[in-house]
C-alpha cells in the first residue's frame, strides 16, 4: 500500500547499500575507530565550516538526545522545550530516565519564541526560591520542529545570544536537519548552525540512511569522555562501520542535500495537488511534512488505499492528519495519491 | 522579627518535646521498629478508621514524595499533578531524579478537575502513538493545595472514580493537611481521605513536629518492600523514635487536630483584619495561607518589620505576598501584624 | 593488516546485504512492526520451540542488557552476575546508570557456580540487614562467557532450579549464542536454553549481521509494555526493517547455526596451529575465542602484521592475549597468520 | 532490656534536648539559613581549622552520602570503597540509585591499602578498553570503619596522595567520627583529616545527635548549587534549626569530644570485661564497636537479657556477633552485662 506515513518507510539510499557491500570484508576496528568514522567526521567539519568540532555517530535520535542532555547536564540541571518538543512528549520519558526534568515553553507552530525563552530565564534567577526550582541548563530545539516549520537565521541569533547570555548551551534536534536546510523558504545554513549551537545532530535514518545520526560539538567542546557517555548510554554500536559508511556516503559529493532537495519538491508538489483539491490546511509547512485536516469519514475511504498519520482529533467530526515526503518519494507516488483522492472525492 | 513566612518557623508542639525528654534514655530499636512507631501507627489507623493500613514514618515532604512516587511507579510510568503541584515545581526535580516524569494538568487554585483529568487520560489511550509516550501511573494532589485550598468530598470522590475505572493510584500529599481537616469550610475527613485515596501522607513538619511525615496505605496495599525503598532514598532515619514519639503525641487526645484548628482559628482573625484594612486578596483561602496582593513600596516598609513571602511579581509596581499561620501563631501575634500595617497606612 | 582481534571486524553476511537491497524499497513501518520482524520472530520462536515466546529486536548487546535488566527489576533489586559477567565490568556502568546495582560472585573461567549462588542467596535471605541491602532480583550469565567457556545444559538446569526456587528470572547474555550452541564440546540446545531461561538474547552483532540482538521471552513473560521500556532506553530503532531482514535471513535455512559452524572450525584449526606451534595457552576454549600468553617482545614483533586484544597484564615479561574467529574467517586468514607465527619465531 | 545492639539506642545528649527547649520558639528561618547553623558550622571551621571551609546540615548517613557522591561524580563515574564499605553493601543500593557504581576493592579489618588504591588506578589508566568501563571518580572511607578500625595519619596521607596525583577526591564518612577521633590508639584529628580528604562528614546520629550530619568541604571546594542537589536528593530538611542547635551544642565547649571519649572509655571497660572472662575476638578494635565469637548456645541465652548484633555467621556452631558502647554507655550498663555473661557461663 501507498504510504505517506512518515520517512523512514523504505530502506536507504542505493550508493549507501552499495558502499556497505563493496567495503563489507574490509577488516575494521570497532566502536567508531574506523577508517569510515574518521573520513565522515572530516566531510561533516568541511560541510559546517568547522574545523575544530568533534563528530560523534549514534544510531536513533531519542538516545543521541537522551546521551546528549544527559551528558551535559548537571544533576540539578533540566532542559528547556518547547511544549510539544520530541523530548517533551514522544520519547517515552527518556530524558527523565535520566534523572532530568524537560522544562516546557509555550509552542507556536513547533517553535519556542525568545522573548519567552528570556522570560523564563530572568523570572527563575529573580525567583526567591529558585534554589529549590530545577536549574535551566540547557536549552533544546527541534529544526524542523516535529510541525515542520523552520527557524530564521534572525531567530536562531537570538536563541544563541540568550543562550550565551545565561551561559547554558544551545542544543539543536536535526533529525530532519537536511529537508530544513533544502527548503525554499529558509536563510539558515549548516556553517550558521554550527555558529549558533552548542551541539546539534544531523539526522541520518529520516534522511536516507538505514539508521544513524551524527552529534556536532562544534568548538571542541564535547563533554569529557563523551565516548564513555555514550556506551553508558547503550549507544556506542561495535561496528562503527555501518554509521561511518552511511555518512561518508551521505556527505560524499551533497548526496545529503540532494536527497534532501528531491523530498522538498514532493512536497511542493504534493501541497500543489492539495490546494488544487482545495483540501483544508492545518498548517502548511515549508518541510517535508503537511499536515490537513480531513473528516473522519473521508480519512475512513483514504486509509483502504494510503498510509498517513493520524495526528490529532480536532472535533467529533474531523482530524488532523500528516503527510510526509521523503528522498525516496516518487512523481509517481504523489500521482497516485492524487488519483486516489480525486476518485475518493467524486 | 515577628514571623508569618510559613508554618515552620517554630520548633514543636511542647508536648512533644516534653515527651521526647522523657522518653530519651529509653533503649529502643531502630529504623521505625520501636513500641512508640508502632503505638503511631496504630492511633493513626484508628483515626483514619482503616485496620489494615500500613503505616511509615519519614522526615520529610520531598523525600516522601520521592520515595512513594519512584516506589510505585513502573519505570515507564510518570505522575499526573496540577501545573503548580509541589512535585511539579518546587522540589529541585526529585521525582525526576527517580527517572519519573511529572505530567502536568492545568491548575484552578493549585486543584485539578476530575473532567481535565479524565480527558486527558482518555486521549493518552486513544493516542496512536502512546507506547511511544510516558504512561500515566499515578495521580498526585496536595489537600490543601499549595494556594492554601481544599477540594470538597465530592470531588475527592470524583478523582478516586477516575483512577480507580483507569487502575492508577491516587496519592495525596497531607504535608498542611491538619489545616485542611480543621478548615470551617470543607467536608472532607480523614476516613473519607482514606477511602478515596490509595497513599497519602500525614505532614508533621508544618503541623507541629520537629520533622516527619506519615504515609499511610490505607488498605495493606504497601508496594513490596516499602521499607527498602525507603531505605535505597535515603530516608529510613536510624532513630525512628524521634519520629514515632512525635506522632505518638500528635494523635494522642486529639492534639493534632487541636493545633490546626487553633491555626485555622488564627487565620480567620488574620483574614477579618486584612477585610478591616481593605487590603487587597489575590487568594483568600479557607486554610492557613492567604495571599494579598500588595505594592512593591508598601512590601518593602512592612519587611523592615515582618516577615511574609514574596510569591509571585505581578506587575511592575505590585506583587502576590503570602501570610501564613500556625499551630504556632498568637492573637498576639495578629494583634502585632494589624499594629504594624496601621502604622504604615496611616 | 589481518585482524583476529574480536567477532566483529568485518561487515556483515552477503545474504543479509543481498536480503537487505532486495527489499530496500519497499515500504514498511516502523519500530519493528513490519513483515520481516514478524517472520523473524516466528523462525526464531520455531528454533527454541517455544511457541508463545515474545521476540524484541533491539540494535546492540549493552542496550539490550540495560533494557532487560532495567525493565525486569524492581527498584530495590540488583542482578547477580559472575566478577568477570560483561554487565559487571565492561559496559561503562549502564546498568547502574539504570538505577540497578550489580551484585557479584566468583567467577571461574568466566562462569557463575550454582553452589555459590544457592548460598549467596540463602545468606542474604539469613542475613538479620537483609532489608538494608540489595536485594537480588535476577541472574546474569552468559553464554559462550567472556572467556569463550560454556555451561552445560546440567550446569544450567541447575542454576535455574536455583532461580525457581528463588523466584527470580535467570538471564542468558547470548552475544556469542551461536559460537557456543555450534561447539564440538556441547549438549546445550537452544531448545534447552528456553527452558532454563526466563529471558535470554540471541546475538546478530558477532555472528554475522551488522548489528542487532533478539531478545526472548519463552513463555509470553516480557514485563508490561516493553516497547515502551525499549524506547525509554532509546533503543527502539525507527527502521526495524533492518533487524527483521537480518534475523529473518540468519534462521532461514539455519543460517546462523552454518556460519557459527565455520567460525567453530575455524577456531579448531586456530588451536591446532597454535599447539602445533607449542604456544602457551591461558585457556583453550571450547569456542571462538583463544587465549594465549605471550612474551611482550613477541606481542611487540606480531603487532605489526596482525591485530588481537591484549587482555590483561600477567607479569612484567608476559601478556595474557586473545584471538578470535569468527563467520567471516577464512583459512587463509589462518594460513597467513600461522605464516607470521613462524617467521617471527625462527 | 539492657542493649549493646548499636550507637544509636538511646535519644539525644541532654544538652541537646534542652537546648531545642530552650530555643523552641524562637521564629528561624527555614532550610539551614538559621542562625544556630551559622553558629555550628564556624565552630566546625574552627575545629577543622578550615576557615574556608563550607558545611553542610543533613539527616543521616546514607543520603549524605547518596548526596555527596551523586553531587560529585560525573555520569560516567563511580566511587571506590572497600568491599566492606557501608555504601558498599547497607545502603539499600542508594548509591546505584544515583547511576553511580561502587567499584570494590579488598579490605583488611574494613580498611583499603594506599597500594591497592594505586595499582587500581594505575591499572584502569592502563588498560586498553578502560572507554568501556566505569571510570574512578572518588575514594570513599569510613574512618571508624564498619569494623571499628582506624587509619593512622600516614595511611590517611598516602591514600590521599595518591587520589590527588590522580585528581580524584577522597572521602571520608564520619557517621562514627567522634569515637575514632578519641580513641586512645590513634594519631588522626579534625585538622588533619580536614587537610587530607576532600569532602567528609561529622556523624552526629551515632554521637549523641537526634539525627544530623555535617558535611565539611574543606577547602571552599562544594560542587555548585550543592544546596539544590541536597533538595533533590530529598534531603533537605525544613526546620534546619533541629541540626543547627543540635550542632552548635557538640560542638561547644568540646561536648562531641568528651561524649566521644565516654563512649571510648566504655568500650575500654568493655574488652576488659570481655577478656576477663576470656571470650573469643574476632576483632578488638580502638574504638567503641567489639567483634567476639559467641558459640550459638551462648548466644540464645544471652539473648534473653541483653541486646547485640549478630554480625555473621562463622560455622555451623559460632557466630561473630558485635557489641557497642556509645555516649549514653554507663557503667552500670557494663556491670550489668558482665553480671548476666557470669551468670551464664557459670
Same mark, same amino acid.
Given at each position: 500500500?501507498?504510504?505517506?506515513?512518515?520517512?523512514?518507510?523504505?530502506?536507504?539510499?542505493?550508493?549507501?547499500? @552499495?558502499?556497505?557491500?563493496?567495503?563489507?570484508?574490509?577488516?575494521?576496528? +570497532?566502536?567508531?575507530? *574506523?577508517?569510515?568514522?574518521?573520513?565522515?567526521?572530516?566531510? &561533516?567539519?568541511?560541510?559546517?565550516?568547522?574545523?575544530?568540532?568533534?563528530?560523534?555517530?549514534?544510531?536513533?535520535?531519542?538516545?543521541?538526545?537522551?546521551?546528549?542532555?544527559? +551528558?551535559?547536564?548537571?544533576?540539578?540541571?533540566?532542559?528547556?522545550?518547547?511544549?510539544?518538543?520530541?523530548?517533551?512528549?514522544?520519547?517515552?520519558?527518556?530524558?527523565?530516565?535520566?534523572?532530568?526534568?524537560?522544562?516546557?515553553?509555550?509552542?507556536?507552530? #513547533?517553535?519556542?519564541?525568545?522573548?519567552?525563552?528570556?522570560?523564563?530565564?530572568?523570572?527563575?534567577?529573580?525567583?526567591?526560591?529558585?534554589?529549590?526550582?530545577?536549574?535551566?541548563?540547557?536549552?533544546?530545539?527541534?529544526?524542523?520542529?516535529?510541525?515542520?516549520?523552520?527557524?530564521?537565521?534572525?531567530?536562531?541569533?537570538?536563541? @544563541?545570544? !540568550?543562550?550565551?547570555?545565561?551561559? !547554558?548551551?544551545?542544543?539543536? *534536534?536535526?533529525?530532519?536537519?537536511?529537508? #530544513?536546510?533544502?527548503?525554499?523558504?529558509?536563510?539558515?545554513?549548516?556553517?550558521?548552525?554550527?555558529?549558533?549551537?552548542?551541539?546539534?545532530? &544531523?539526522?541520518?535514518?529520516?534522511?536516507?540512511?538505514?539508521? #544513524?545520526?551524527?552529534?556536532?560539538?562544534?568548538?571542541?567542546?564535547?563533554?569529557?569522555?563523551?565516548?564513555?557517555?555514550?556506551?553508558?548510554?547503550?549507544?556506542?554500536?561495535?561496528?562503527?562501520?555501518?554509521?561511518?559508511?552511511?555518512?561518508?556516503?551521505?556527505?560524499?559529493?551533497?548526496?545529503?542535500?540532494?536527497?534532501?532537495?528531491?523530498?522538498?519538491?514532493?512536497?511542493?508538489?504534493?501541497?500543489?495537488?492539495?490546494?488544487?483539491? @482545495?483540501?483544508?490546511?492545518?498548517?502548511?509547512?515549508?518541510?517535508?511534512?503537511?499536515?490537513? !485536516?480531513?473528516?473522519?469519514?473521508?480519512?475512513?475511504?483514504?486509509?483502504?488505499?494510503?498510509?498517513?498519520?493520524?495526528?490529532?482529533?480536532?472535533?467529533? *467530526?474531523?482530524?488532523?492528519?500528516?503527510?510526509?515526503?521523503?528522498?525516496?518519494?516518487?512523481?509517481?507516488?504523489?500521482?497516485?495519491?492524487?488519483? &486516489?483522492?480525486?476518485?475518493?472525492?467524486?
Amino acid at each position: 500500500m501507498l504510504s505517506f506515513e512518515n520517512d523512514y518507510v523504505e530502506g536507504a539510499h542505493e550508493k549507501i547499500l @552499495s558502499r556497505l557491500a563493496e567495503t563489507n570484508l574490509e577488516q575494521l576496528s +570497532g566502536y567508531g575507530t *574506523d577508517r569510515y568514522c574518521t573520513a565522515a567526521a572530516e566531510k &561533516i567539519r568541511n560541510a559546517c565550516e568547522c574545523p575544530d568540532a568533534e563528530i560523534f555517530f549514534l544510531v536513533g535520535g531519542t538516545q543521541t538526545n537522551a546521551a546528549v542532555i544527559g +551528558g551535559m547536564l548537571a544533576s540539578y540541571e533540566g532542559v528547556i522545550a518547547a511544549a510539544t518538543g520530541h523530548v517533551s512528549v514522544h520519547e517515552a520519558g527518556a530524558i527523565e530516565y535520566t534523572g532530568h526534568k524537560v522544562l516546557t515553553l509555550p509552542e507556536h507552530e #513547533g517553535k519556542i519564541h525568545a522573548a519567552e525563552l528570556e522570560t523564563y530565564l530572568r523570572t527563575f534567577w529573580e525567583d526567591e526560591s529558585h534554589e529549590h526550582m530545577v536549574f535551566p541548563g540547557m536549552v533544546y530545539i527541534s529544526h524542523p520542529t516535529e510541525y515542520g516549520t523552520l527557524y530564521t537565521s534572525a531567530e536562531l541569533e537570538d536563541l @544563541s545570544a !540568550i543562550c550565551r547570555t545565561h551561559q !547554558i548551551p544551545l542544543y539543536l *534536534d536535526g533529525a530532519r536537519l537536511g529537508y #530544513g536546510l533544502m527548503s525554499h523558504n529558509t536563510d539558515v545554513t549548516l556553517p550558521l548552525i554550527a555558529r549558533c549551537c552548542d551541539v546539534f545532530y &544531523i539526522g541520518g535514518t529520516k534522511v536516507g540512511a538505514l539508521c #544513524g545520526e551524527a552529534v556536532v560539538f562544534p568548538r571542541h567542546n564535547a563533554p569529557k569522555h563523551f565516548l564513555t557517555i555514550i556506551k553508558q548510554h547503550g549507544a556506542l554500536l561495535a561496528k562503527g562501520r555501518l554509521l561511518g559508511i552511511q555518512f561518508d556516503t551521505l556527505f560524499t559529493e551533497e548526496l545529503y542535500c540532494r536527497i534532501s532537495r528531491h523530498a522538498i519538491e514532493m512536497a511542493e508538489l504534493l501541497k500543489k495537488g492539495f490546494h488544487e483539491r @482545495s483540501l483544508n490546511f492545518y498548517l502548511e509547512s515549508p518541510t517535508n511534512q503537511q499536515f490537513l !485536516i480531513l473528516k473522519n469519514s473521508m480519512i475512513e475511504r483514504l486509509k483502504r488505499q494510503v498510509d498517513f498519520s493520524l495526528w490529532q482529533k480536532l472535533d467529533e *467530526d474531523r482530524t488532523i492528519v500528516r503527510f510526509v515526503t521523503s528522498w525516496a518519494t516518487t512523481k509517481e507516488h504523489i500521482a497516485q495519491l492524487m488519483a &486516489i483522492l480525486d476518485e475518493i472525492r467524486v
